[in-house]
């Protein structure tokens, strides 16, 4: 869901990848599309690294936005210490937002969503 004036729109990767390449289409710059990006989709964009890896696939003729089989680290957020690290956080304070979960659990924003 989007609320206007908040960065609270999830998106998915497939979908980013298709804004990186219309950005690419449109004769962008990775840095501009990186902003672009971070606008639309705050904490939850593409990193920089990536936005300027999808660039170098599209220079080299590579216009798919699939990504390739098995490629990206496989997520270790959703491991059972993890999550009863959360919910133990979640039991102590309900009120306790995402940003505060990462803070003191050391974890990212989106594994906490994932765990959520």
Same mark, same amino acid.
């Given at each position: 869901f989007f609320?206007? @004036?908040e960065n609270v729109l999830m998106a998915d990767s497939r979908e980013q990848r298709a804004s990186v390449k219309f950005c690419f289409l449109l004769g962008k710059t990775p840095a501009e599309t990186v902003v672009m990006l971070k606008t639309a989709y705050g904490d939850a964009a593409l990193s920089k690294s990536r936005i300027y890896e999808w660039f170098q696939r599209f220079r080299n003729g590579e216009m798919t936005i699939e990504d390739q089989p098995g490629s990206g680290r496989p997520s270790t !957020? $959703?491991?059972?210490?993890?999550?009863?690290?959360?919910?133990?956080l979640v039991r102590e304070d309900?009120?306790?937002?995402?940003?505060?979960?990462?803070?003191? $659990? @050391?974890? !990212?924003? !989106? $594994?906490i969503q994932r765990i959520l």
């Amino acid at each position: 869901f989007f609320r206007f @004036g908040e960065n609270v729109l999830m998106a998915d990767s497939r979908e980013q990848r298709a804004s990186v390449k219309f950005c690419f289409l449109l004769g962008k710059t990775p840095a501009e599309t990186v902003v672009m990006l971070k606008t639309a989709y705050g904490d939850a964009a593409l990193s920089k690294s990536r936005i300027y890896e999808w660039f170098q696939r599209f220079r080299n003729g590579e216009m798919t936005i699939e990504d390739q089989p098995g490629s990206g680290r496989p997520s270790t !957020s $959703s491991t059972d210490d993890n999550v009863e690290k959360i919910n133990n956080l979640v039991r102590e304070d309900w009120r306790r937002t995402i940003v505060q979960l990462a803070e003191i $659990s @050391g974890m !990212s924003w !989106s $594994s906490i969503q994932r765990i959520l």
